[in-house]
């Protein structure tokens, strides 16, 4: 059974600071990974898509990954209370369906 | 752009009624979704049609019919529903049609609610 996991939250963080959304995966050739961010009631948006380990820079928004280590991260500097949401990990690799973790909720307090 | 749009919004059926939802999307991407998703849980994969064709029934009921007319348009009919399908139903599109690694855009969904 291929899974993913997120820590569901919520992670509640100041306004200004870093906030690290984290998630595992446990199929190893798993070949593209997304964060999508969703507000409450709404469908999810693409933040970010990465295929290689290392870093990927988008203004506020980084995401990194480590498949030796089956791990992909999501940092958002300078948070805002805009990015309160729930921000959901996915992963497929070629031919299968993208599997979701159930999403982590993020509140940024003003 | 990176526009898939769905109709209607909001949907509210009772269980002998027969509807539709409708997803369209132009930018000439080759796989549609459709996706189930209820309350603070992630979306649930229905079906996918590739090329025009369906290519994963994830053992959805019967009571819940996908159509593709043409490239750009996916339907969903509903026929028979229960409360318990009342959920957000999402619509999404990526490039490839043969390779699953590509980006999923997503609809802003219909929020669906069965008496």
């Known amino acids: 059974q291929k899974e993913v996991e997120q820590n569901s939250g919520p992670l509640s963080v100041p306004e200004g600071a870093i906030a690290s959304l984290n998630c595992t995966y446990s199929d190893r050739v798993s070949q593209s990974f997304f964060w999508y961010r969703q507000y409450s009631g709404k469908s999810p948006e693409l933040i970010m898509s990465?295929?290689?380990?290392g870093d990927k820079e988008d203004g506020r928004f980084t995401a990194q990954l480590n498949k030796a280590s089956q791990y992909v991260s999501l940092l958002i500097r300078d948070s805002q209370p805009s990015d309160s949401a729930t921000y959901l990990c996915a992963v497929n690799q070629a031919g299968t369906a993208l599997i979701f973790g159930k999403g982590t909720t993020l509140s940024v307090s003003s | 752009d990176t526009e898939v749009t769905q109709t209607p919004k909001h949907l509210v059926m009772g269980m002998t009624n027969k509807k539709s939802l409708k997803c369209e999307q132009h930018?000439?991407?080759?796989?549609m979704y459709w996706y189930k998703q209820k309350a603070k849980k992630p979306p649930e994969l229905m079906f996918v049609y590739s090329y025009e064709k369906l290519s994963i029934n994830e053992s959805v009921p019967s009571r819940f019919s996908p159509e593709c007319p043409n490239s750009s348009l996916l339907n969903l009919h509903l026929h028979a529903l229960q409360p318990e399908d009342s959920a957000l139903y999402l619509c999404?599109?990526?490039?490839?049609?043969?390779?699953?690694?590509?980006?999923?855009?997503f609809g802003p969904g219909t929020r669906l609610t069965v008496l």
């Open positions: 930018m000439g991407h080759r796989a």
């Open positions: 999404a599109s990526s490039q490839s049609g043969a390779v699953y690694t590509d980006t999923q855009y």
């Open positions: 990465i295929y290689s380990n």
